[in-house]
């Protein structure tokens, strides 16, 4: 994940920060294709939904990866109740900000070509992003 820009203005609710999510789907089977349909990743800030955006549709071979980038724009409507919480983090404090980016994607699993089983791929990461710095700083 990396901070691309943020704007911030205490003395009238403006908040705009827009995040760059890098998104790995890998596929460990080396007998097994996983195509997936149009996925969602969201973002949380304390816990709100604070930004969401749709992963485009895809194909992952056996044994591949497929590297999506996806643009998340958080708006301060989302954000109102946490603005003196956001403010303090970025400005206030060492410019860090935590943030839990959930990834769904469903699809289905084609073996030797043959088998055919849905599944969903959920994915939950903790990351911490600098805003002094516009980079990932932690993640899990």
């Given at each position: 994940?990396?901070?691309?820009?943020?704007s911030?203005?205490?003395?009238?609710?403006?908040v705009?920060?827009?995040?760059?999510?890098v998104l790995s789907?890998?596929n460990p089977s080396p007998?097994a294709?996983?195509?997936?349909?149009?996925g969602?990743a969201?973002?949380?800030?304390?816990g709100a939904?604070a930004a969401?955006?749709d992963?485009?549709?895809?194909r992952v071979?056996?044994?591949?990866?497929?590297?999506v980038?996806?643009?998340?724009?958080?708006?301060?409507d989302r954000?109102?109740?946490?603005?003196?919480q956001l403010y303090?983090?970025?400005?206030?404090?060492?410019?860090?900000v935590?943030l839990?980016?959930?990834?769904t994607?469903?699809g289905?699993?084609?073996?030797?070509g043959l088998?055919?089983?849905?599944?969903?791929?959920?994915?939950?990461?903790?990351?911490?992003?600098?805003?002094?710095s516009?980079?990932q700083?932690?993640?899990?």
């Open positions: 994940m990396r901070l691309t820009s943020v911030l203005s205490p003395g009238s609710l403006s705009n920060v827009t995040l760059d999510a789907i890998r007998v294709s996983f195509a997936h349909a149009a969602r969201e973002v949380y800030y304390r939904l969401d955006a992963v485009p549709p895809g071979g056996a044994g591949g990866v497929e590297t980038t996806v643009r998340l724009t958080v708006l301060a954000l109102a109740s946490y603005a003196p303090g983090d970025v400005v206030g404090g060492a410019g860090d935590s839990t980016v959930q990834t994607v469903p289905t699993v084609t073996v030797l088998l055919r089983h849905h599944a969903i791929v959920i994915t939950v990461c903790h990351v911490t992003v600098s805003t002094t516009g980079t700083i932690a993640g899990i």
